[in-house]
């Protein structure tokens, strides 16, 4: 069965590093996700990784994967007050239909509070 | 940028009432989902669907909620008989294509209270 996991809550001050770190159960996944929710707003796709790579960097963030451990993290530099929100880890996989659709799978959010 | 819009952003309704969340998908999107977040749990996938039926249904997804895609625009998710336990928060979201490579956009959510 799937299931990801994430802590809940993760307090920084502005300049700092932050890192979100998640868990997941299926290896069968192909991508993991990074989704980033501001208040008032729907789900945002940040970042993803695919399940053949170790890490990915794209500006200021960086998302390391370790399969063997199926432990995924992302890494924010230099943090700013505007990176306050909800961050969702996910993983897609395959229906048991076989029909060729997908399923997101989410974490229950790592809600970042930047301090000034 | 295009986006996915949902209406209303809070609903208020009362226990056995019949709700319709309303949903405006990307405009050149063909996929279609709803999920929903209860307070304090995890997002959850309820329904998808594609070519004007369901693709794939969770086990949430049971005999009093329906999907419709009613003109060429809206995408809309009803609650026959609502519960208590149907407070949450709903997503709508869209998709070109099928499959990990295609990004699913997320609207804002409509807050559904069921008192």
């Known amino acids: 069965g799937e299931d990801v996991e994430q802590s809940l809550f993760l307090s920084v001050r502005e300049g700092d590093s932050s890192v979100i770190n998640c868990t997941y159960t299926d290896s069968s996944s192909t991508y993991l996700y990074w989704y980033k929710q501001e208040p008032g707003a729907g789900l945002q796709l940040l970042t993803y990784i695919f399940s053949n790579m170790d890490m990915k960097q794209d500006q200021r963030l960086t998302v390391l994967l370790n399969k063997k451990d199926k432990h995924l993290s992302l890494r924010i530099a230099d943090t700013q007050t505007g990176d306050s929100a909800i961050y969702f880890c996910?993983?897609?996989?395959?229906?048991?239909?076989?029909?060729?659709?997908?399923?997101?799978?989410f974490g229950k959010g790592t809600k970042l509070s930047v301090i000034p | 940028e295009p986006e996915v819009t949902q209406t209303p952003s809070h609903q208020v309704t009362q226990m056995g009432q019949e709700v319709i969340l309303r949903c405006v998908p990307i405009s050149n999107h063909l996929y279609f989902y709803w999920y929903r977040q209860i307070l304090g749990q995890k997002v959850e996938f309820l329904v998808s669907f594609y070519n004007n039926e369901i693709s794939e249904k969770s086990e949430i997804f049971d005999d009093q909620f329906s999907v419709e895609r009613p003109d060429g625009s809206n995408f809309t998710l009803k609650i026959r008989s609502t519960k208590l336990e149907d407070s949450a928060m709903y997503f709508c979201a869209s998709s070109a294509s099928r499959g990990p490579r295609y990004e699913q956009y997320f609207g804002p959510g409509t807050r559904l209270t069921v008192t």
């Open positions: 996910a993983e897609i996989l395959p229906f048991n239909s076989g029909a060729g659709s997908y399923q997101l799978t």
